[in-house]
Every structure is written in structure tokens, then in C-alpha cells.
């Protein structure tokens, strides 16, 4: 299992919150909600599948909604400051045309620097790794050398909620990917802390909110080269390396000047 780096750009700062174990980067989303636009070509749409799946499994058990608008792509390297505010995930050869390193997978967030408020989001997915979606053991037989996407994804949409690695207790943001599935108790009170539940006013559900769908498969069909980006995120990409494990991602936070 190969050791994925949790990328810090222009002096953000990681720390443990106060009460609990979970572990936040202290920035979050104005409202508990956020909207992904999912169009990953291949596969005969079980990436996209798959991705939806993943927001389902945040979705039921957290304050937070992520909602969905599916065949329509978000360019997880667009720069919000000069193009509209899209939300994205895709499979690209290279982090936003910075060599991938250990990493299979990352997200980047954008964050305006005197409010810590999260305004974009991207997942990339290492499109020079093997991929599929399954259950079970991670890498276990039939999939050994396999990927498995959805819990990936699940993984990489906590650090969209704004969770960071957490070694110290079992959670689907450990660092290093194995057989959680779903985030866990310590997953779930780290979203909690970050979106509190409203007294007495439970969510509602959007008529865009995502469903799990049970398809698993395996495919070496990510796409064309038409996602694949090369455009720079922006910013300093030399970030720190702070460790962690094979198979899920770290954050790479990039800062927006707030007025």
C-alpha cells in the first residue's frame, strides 16, 4: 500500500479540534450544502454512478447534503476567480499539470483566506491507476492491484466537507485505504462539529439529493483526454508531503484573497 500526501498551500493550517478524535482543516462550507456537477465519461456511466453513491453515503448519516447535477461536467482544476463556481470530478493525468506522485487521488479546495469559507471543490482521480467498483476487502481477491473508486470517493468528498486524515481511530479519512466502506461514528461526529444539526429542524431532502446505486464493476475505460488537464490550479503547488497510506487522498488548498 502506497502512502498518499496531504498538499498544504499558502500557509493554510491543519489542527485537531478540541473535542473528539476526527480531525478538521479548519475551513467549512457557508450553508451545509453543497452541489457537484458529475459527468466522468467511460464505463458506461458506473464512475458517475459511483460518485453518487459516495455523497449518498455522507448525505444519510450527517447535516450536510451534497446534491448532484449529473451530464453536466465541473473542471475540478477550473480557477474559480476567473471562471463560474463549479464544483467537479474527473480523471486526470496529472494533479492540474503537476505530476502525480503516490497520490491516486486528491481534492483541491478553494478558500477565501479572512473567512475560511470553502467556495470550490474538485476531486481528481488518478487516471494511471487501475480502477473499479466493488465491496469487500480492499484489494482482496478478484481485485487485488484494483482500486476501489466509491470509497475513494467517499474518502476524498470528507476532505470536501473539510475533514482531514485521521489515524488514531477507525474512519474512512485514515490515510491509508483498506476495507471502510462508509464513513464511521468518528467520521460522522467530525461533520457534526464542522454542520450541527439544527434543533428540532431536520434537513430537508432536494429533489437533486444523490441515491445509492448498487453497481460494481471493473473497467480501464476513465475516458478520453479530453478531461485530462493540464491548466495550473494557481498558486504555489510545492507543498509539503505529511505522510499517509495507499488508496484514498489528500487536500490541496488553495487560498483566495478575501476583501
Same mark, same amino acid.
Given at each position: 500500500m502506497r502512502h498518499l500526501s496531504l498538499l498544504l498551500v499558502l500557509s493554510i493550517v491543519?489542527?485537531?479540534?478540541?473535542?473528539?478524535?476526527?480531525?478538521t482543516d479548519g475551513d467549512t462550507w457557508p450553508e451545509a450544502r453543497t452541489v457537484f456537477h458529475v459527468d466522468i465519461p467511460g464505463a458506461d456511466g458506473l464512475w458517475d454512478d459511483a460518485f453518487e453513491s459516495a455523497m449518498f453515503r455522507w448525505n444519510d448519516v450527517t447535516n450536510f447534503e451534497f446534491r448532484i447535477v449529473r451530464n453536466s461536467y465541473g473542471d475540478p482544476c477550473s480557477d474559480p476567480n476567473v471562471?463560474?463556481?463549479?464544483?467537479?470530478?474527473?480523471?486526470?493525468?496529472? &494533479?492540474?499539470?503537476?505530476?502525480?506522485?503516490?497520490? &491516486?487521488?486528491?481534492? &483541491?479546495?478553494?478558500? &477565501?483566506?479572512?473567512?475560511?469559507?470553502?467556495?470550490?471543490?474538485?476531486?481528481?482521480f488518478n487516471r494511471q491507476e487501475d480502477w473499479g467498483v466493488y465491496s469487500g476487502p480492499y484489494w482482496g481477491d478478484p481485485y487485488f492491484g484494483i482500486n476501489d473508486f466509491r470509497r475513494i470517493a467517499v474518502h476524498e468528498l470528507g476532505h470536501c466537507l473539510g475533514l482531514d486524515h485521521e489515524d488514531s481511530e477507525t474512519a474512512i479519512m485514515q490515510s491509508l485505504a483498506g476495507d471502510i466502506e462508509y464513513p464511521t461514528a468518528d467520521d460522522i461526529a467530525g461533520v457534526a462539529f464542522l454542520y450541527p444539526f439544527p434543533a428540532g429542524n431536520p434537513p430537508d431532502?432536494?429533489?437533486?439529493?444523490?441515491?445509492?446505486?448498487?453497481?460494481?464493476g471493473v473497467s480501464s475505460d476513465t475516458g478520453n483526454d479530453n478531461n485530462a488537464g493540464a491548466n495550473n490550479v494557481g498558486g504555489d503547488n510545492s507543498g509539503g508531503d505529511s505522510g499517509g497510506g495507499g488508496g484514498g487522498g489528500g487536500c490541496f488548498i488553495t487560498v483566495i484573497s478575501g476583501d
Open positions: 491543519v489542527f485537531s479540534t478540541p473535542v473528539g478524535t476526527y480531525v471562471s463560474a463556481v463549479r464544483n467537479g470530478v474527473a480523471f486526470y493525468d496529472s &494533479i492540474c499539470g503537476t505530476d502525480w506522485s503516490d497520490e &491516486i487521488a486528491i481534492t &483541491i479546495a478553494w478558500v &477565501i483566506n479572512n473567512t475560511d469559507e470553502i467556495v470550490q471543490a474538485g476531486v481528481l431532502s432536494s429533489s437533486d439529493s444523490p441515491q445509492e446505486i448498487p453497481r460494481e
